[in-house]
């Protein structure tokens, strides 16, 4: 089976910088996606990172730790319109589906 | 715009009913995805096909079924529905099972069951 964690809430302010962590538990481990979902909208890939380290995309970063079974979702500069659920999802060996956390709802404030 | 279509984009039913959700993917994509979204809840995978195959099973229960079709237009079918049901079904493609990591998306349907 396989577990992930992420906060149910993140609060940050506009122009700041906010990480969204993500741990998990798998019986086997490819790598760890990154999916944004606005309400009343469909989830969008963000980044995926399959090897130890930072992957940038923009103002949007991923980290991957396999040996502590952790990443995170990083957010620089953030924007009014980053407001919107983070789900970290997971891709087992042997699989070829994801397996989705429950998600990180951001809200940015002015 | 992913390029996945989903259809219809509502669905009102009562209990006890059969739907159809049809979902064509990204055109080059082989592998659909089914997901259900229930209110505040994350995505439950429930099946994947990939060329017509079925791949993986998750969470699905017994009275939901699906298909993907030469044309790799997928459909998935929900009998018997319950007041649970009530949730938005997502479709997603990838170009494999290898890339499934990265998936595209429709815009989903929403099924209310009274």
Known sequence: ???????????????AIVQINCTYQTSGFYGLSWYQQHDGGAPTFLSYNALDGLEETGRFSSFLSRSDSYGYLLLQELQMK??????????????NNLFFGTGTRLTVIP | DSGVTQTPKHL????????????????????????????????????Q??????????????????????????????????????????????VGGGRSYEQYFGPGTRLTVT
């Open chain 2, 12 to 47: 009102i039913t009562a209990t006890g009913q059969r739907v159809t959700l049809r979902c064509s993917p990204r055109s080059g994509d082989l592998s659909v995805y089914w997901y259900q979204q229930s209110l505040d809840q994350g995505l439950q995978f429930l099946i």
């Open chain 2, 49 to 94: 096909y990939y060329n017509g195959e079925e791949r993986a099973k998750g969470n699905i229960l017994e009275r939901f079924s699906a298909q993907q079709f030469p044309d790799l237009h997928s459909e998935l079918n929900l009998s018997s529905l319950e007041l649970g049901d009530s949730a938005l079904y997502f479709c997603a493609s990838s």
């Open chain 1, 82 to 95: 980053d407001s919107a659920s983070y789900f970290c999802a997971v891709r087992e060996g042997g699989a």
């Open chain 1, 1 to 15: 089976g396989q577990s992930l964690e992420q906060p149910s809430e993140v609060t940050a302010v506009e122009g």
